[in-house]
């Protein structure tokens, strides 16, 4: 099963950047489809960010044109650079996997969540 560990959270006024990180383990993690997930406080889990092995990336309207996913495949490692950082980008983020069907972003549930990482945009 795969488990993940997200990093790279903070504190920062609006327009600022972040780059999170989320090391992931198991054996098929070369080979899957992976994204960024956030949860806001009172609102359901969003997926923002996917990217396949070879990173063709896509993304959610609400982030597309200011965050970028990325990945380094011999480090099992997955990155989110956020930038124009915005009030409602605050939330908790985590790593996982994503299905992608053509240009089309689908949430997958493995079964296994990290403790995911706090940003807050504020002021």
């Known amino acids: 099963q795969m488990q993940f560990v997200e990093s790279g959270g903070g504190l920062v006024q609006p327009g600022g950047s972040l780059r999170l990180s989320c090391a992931a383990s198991?054996?098929?993690?070369?080979?899957?489809?992976m994204g960024w997930y956030r949860q806001a406080p009172g609102k359901q889990r969003e997926l923002v960010a996917g990217?396949?092995?070879?990173?063709?990336?896509l993304y959610g309207n609400s982030v597309r044109g200011r965050f970028t996913i990325s990945r380094v495949n011999a480090e099992n490692t997955v990155f989110l650079q956020m930038n124009n950082l915005q009030p409602e980008d605050t939330a908790v983020y985590h790593c996982?996997?994503?299905?992608?069907?053509?240009?089309?972003?689908?949430?997958?549930?493995?079964?296994?969540w990290g403790q995911g990482t706090q940003v807050t945009v504020s002021s």
């Open positions: 990217i396949t092995p070879n990173s063709k990336t």
């Open positions: 996982n996997r994503v299905r992608i069907r053509g240009i089309e972003l689908i949430p997958f549930d493995s079964g296994s």
């Open positions: 198991g054996s098929i993690v070369n080979l899957v489809n």
